[in-house]
Structure formats: structure tokens, C-alpha cells
């Protein structure tokens, strides 16, 4: 079992930052992927990023904005110049052996 706690989330200005935090712990070392998804109201969950063993992967409308890093069991996401279709409730997600642990949420809201 893996537990993941969430941080960072707020209420930002368009073109602000907010760096965004998930810790997790229990069974880590089995940890192979972590990463970021985020769900709009009325919308889907959908991917933010992703980090695999270094390699980083991201949504089409965040590349060059958003960063994704990880040190120590603990996946960030620094999210800079927001805008306010970034608007939703971001959770972390990490796999380990094949198994899907989600986050808590949090919500980021950018106003115009």
C-alpha cells in the first residue's frame, strides 16, 4: 500500500505560480511512475504529467509551463504563468506494482 498526501493547491491570478506537492509513503520502492492528473467541473480527468525513471511526459497545453520533478518519494508539479482553464482539482498519482494510488486532490483555481 502506498499513501500519498497532497499540498500546494490555492487560489492564484492569472499568469501567477503554484508549486504543488505529494509525498508519498508505505510500500515505495516499488514505485515505478508518479504523476499528475487534473479533473475540470463538468469534465474528465485528464493527465497534467508525468515523470518514469526520469523521463517526463506532458499534456500539449502545459508544455512550457508546467515542470514536473521528483526527489525522495515526493512528486511536484510547479505550475507557472496559470491560466484559468488550468482551473480544477489536481490529484497525484503514482503506480507500484501495477497498482494505481490517487491523492486526496486539491484544488487550483486561477483567476482572470
Known amino acids: 500500500q502506498v499513501q500519498l498526501v497532497e499540498s500546494g493547491g490555492g487560489l492564484v491570478q492569472a499568469g501567477g505560480s503554484l508549486r504543488l506537492s505529494c509525498a508519498a509513503s508505505?510500500?515505495?520502492?516499488?514505485?515505478?511512475?508518479m504523476g499528475w492528473y487534473r479533473q475540470a467541473p463538468g469534465k474528465q480527468r485528464e493527465l497534467v504529467a508525468s515523470?518514469?525513471?526520469?523521463v517526463t511526459n506532458y499534456a500539449d497545453s502545459v508544455k512550457g509551463r508546467f515542470t514536473i520533478s521528483d526527489a525522495k518519494a515526493t512528486v511536484y508539479l510547479q505550475m507557472n504563468s496559470l491560466k484559468p482553464e488550468d482551473k480544477g482539482v489536481y490529484y497525484c498519482?503514482?503506480?507500484?506494482?501495477?497498482?494505481?494510488?490517487w491523492g486526496q486532490g486539491t484544488q487550483v483555481t486561477v483567476s482572470s
Open positions: 498519482n503514482v503506480r507500484s506494482r501495477n497498482t494505481d494510488y
Open positions: 508505505g510500500s515505495i520502492f516499488g514505485i515505478n511512475a
Open positions: 515523470i518514469t525513471s526520469g
